[in-house]
């Protein structure tokens, strides 16, 4: 079975754009955008970037999250989350899956499908793009980082804290397939 990659993005700017750029470097990959995602994509002027990576593009539009049917079928080999908002983190932290991005990460766990977390919060200070290309100070509360630090120990899920890690977590995967 020709197995893809599913990618998931949250209603966060930070690392946005570069989260983006990963994706265009990256074959037979499927991408879903949680509500959040598709405005903040929008607003940040991103959509012709999306569409360049030439990967299928699925929106949180159905109650029931059609698409996760998919993890129950074999189709993909690995979930990635970024950016993941701290909301998102929360939830799958303590096992919500009432939107599109939490219920593929609740699914992909219930199948063992690998997940890879880029969590927008990881550290007590951090600079994140805003719209117009402005970047802001953000200081993650503590119940974020506690956050971060539960779901880094849920099973078949790695948290990454940076783009390079990201990147690396992500080819390290594909290379296991390979």
């Known amino acids: 079975?020709?197995?893809?990659?599913?990618?998931?993005?949250?209603?966060?700017?930070?690392?946005?754009?570069?989260?983006?750029?990963?994706?265009?470097?990256?074959?037979?990959?499927?991408?879903f955008l949680s509500?959040?995602?598709?405005?903040i994509i929008q607003q940040y002027g991103f959509q012709e970037q999306l569409i360049n990576t030439g990967h299928r593009v699925y929106q949180d539009k159905t109650a029931s999250s059609v698409p996760v049917e998919l993890f129950y079928e074999g189709k993909y080999h690995t979930l990635v989350i970024a950016p993941a908002t701290s909301n998102t983190i929360a939830k799958m932290a303590?096992?919500?899956?009432?939107?599109?991005?939490?219920?593929?990460?609740?699914?992909?766990?219930?199948?063992?499908?690998?997940?890879?977390?880029?969590?927008?919060?990881?550290a007590p200070e951090l600079e994140s793009e805003a719209p117009r290309e402005n970047v802001v100070k953000v200081y993650p509360r503590g119940?974020?980082?506690?956050?971060?630090?539960?779901?880094?120990?849920?099973e078949v899920t790695t948290v990454v804290a940076d783009m390079q890690s990201l990147s690396q977590a992500v080819q390290d995967r594909l290379k296991t397939l390979a």
């Open 143 to 154: 119940i974020d980082l506690e956050n971060v630090s539960k779901l880094s120990r849920f």
């Open 35 to 39: 509500k959040a995602a598709a405005e």
């Open 94 to 122: 303590y096992g919500f899956s009432d939107s599109l991005v939490t219920n593929l990460y609740a699914q992909a766990g219930k199948t063992r499908v690998p997940s890879i977390v880029f969590a927008c919060d990881t």
């Open 1 to 31: 079975m020709n197995q893809r990659l599913a990618w998931a993005i949250t209603g966060s700017g930070h690392y946005l754009r570069e989260s983006l750029a990963i994706l265009q470097t990256l074959k037979n990959v499927d991408v």
